[in-house]
């Protein structure tokens, strides 16, 4: 409907008109800004897709993600360059998961160790819920067991009962199945998978939720592995933080909450899989860029920009990140490739992401690097804010 008052005063009308613009205008830069509040900064692979489309834009040349997947299906050099994300690699549970005997107690035995808390704790396993405790549960419980067979085998010794040397072989017997107790929580727990395969979201450059608490959380239960490891006997004051489920249970949560293993491994598959292919089409199309005698063209300060605007400003710093935690956590993954409670195909997923991806990710965003710097020292341009 046309505002009768228009017809008689155009300027105000289109005065109007403008404010309403405005008022629209603003409003909808207000509702980005709340989506963005909402779901945080863009993954990884927005900007790599914001990346070559501005490349490809200033070259003239198919550089999108789109392109490049399309060329890399009918080259077979680019299709097996790529590497896997950790959720394609994890295995199943039937090859990871350690079975662990239980203690084989007869009726006379069994009746000859009432007078040692042992007797009520051997009970408590053979119940419903005993048989079907979770690893961290099991871990715990094994703790609790271990500790009662000493302080039993030492009540029994000072009465001279002969049951005392069995009670030794039954602590031998769980002193070594510990370890194979302890790489079942690692292995088979739902939040320990989580966080080893499913990583939901890449890693940010910064205001990654509970990361560094993972750290933590991951070193507490490899220590947990030393607790009991190549003892004769049992410590009566173990640690009470590696005998207490409740902070087992808390330490599994945050690696489920930040799944930071699992990110880093997806971050660094997406970077190297975007690049690796981005590298051999980008080299040829920045060498077509004329700079006679060193000087700058405005093509070439324009490619400088967006490498600067997107890769040295959004990009690096979630390499950065990820880089930080790769070396705060590589001591971790080390001493699990030498653990031999943990099953062979666990460490080699482990070391697929930890060492042979992460040196292929590396590679790749050198050469990446290395590609504008011959670039940039051609055209007598320095990677600075435009």
Known sequence: ???????????????????????????????????????GAPSIDDTMDEYTARLSRVLDKPLT?????????TNSTL??????????????????????TPLNINIREFYAIQDCELGRIVAERNTALGKTQLPSQRLQYE??????????????????????????????????????????????STEMKLGLSMAGSPLQASENKDAKATVNALNFINGLAETLKQKNVVDINVEA?????????????????SRLPAKLWQTQAILHNRLVSLNQV?????????????????????????????FIEEIQPIASTLNSYHYQL??????????????????????????DNFVQYSATMKAH??????????????????
């Not at 993600?65 to 299906?73: P, V």
């Not at 207490?244 to 909450?257: F, R």
């Not at 080390?334 to 943990?342: F, P, R, S, V």
Request: with cysteine; charged share 15%; proline share 4%.
């Open 1 to 39: 409907m046309i505002d009768s008052k228009c017809l008689y005063d155009a300027n105000r009308c289109a005065a109007n008109v403008m404010v309403g613009k405005t008022i629209r205008l603003v409003s909808v830069v207000m509702a980005v800004s709340l989506l963005q509040g909402c779901f």
């Open 241 to 257: 933080s590696a005998n207490n489920n409740g902070e087992l249970e808390q330490q599994l949560q945050i690696i489920a909450s």
């Open 369 to 386: 690097v290395s590609l504008w710097q011959d670039f940039l020292g051609r055209c007598n341009l320095s990677p600075t804010a435009p």
């Open 143 to 188: 703790h609790r067991l271990l500790n009662v067979l000493a302080n039993c085998e030492a009540r029994l010794q000072a009465a001279d009962n002969p049951i005392a040397s069995t009670v030794a072989e039954w602590r031998k017997q769980k002193q070594v199945q510990y370890q194979s107790v302890w790489a079942n929580v690692v292995q088979t």
């Open 65 to 73: 993600y789109e392109a490049l997947s399309q060329e890399a299906s």
């Open 282 to 310: 980008l080299a040829p199309a920045l060498n077509s860029v004329q700079c006679k005698n060193g000087v700058t063209s405005d093509k070439a300060t324009i490619l400088r920009n967006v490498f600067y605007l997107y």
């Open 79 to 100: 299709a097996t360059s790529n590497i896997a994300l950790p959720s394609h690699t994890y295995p199943t549970l039937a090859e990871l998961g350690n079975n662990v």
């Open 330 to 355: 590589q001591p971790l993954w080390k001493q699990w490739a030498g653990n031999t409670a943990l099953s062979a195909p666990f460490k080699a997923h482990i070391r697929t992401h930890a060492i």
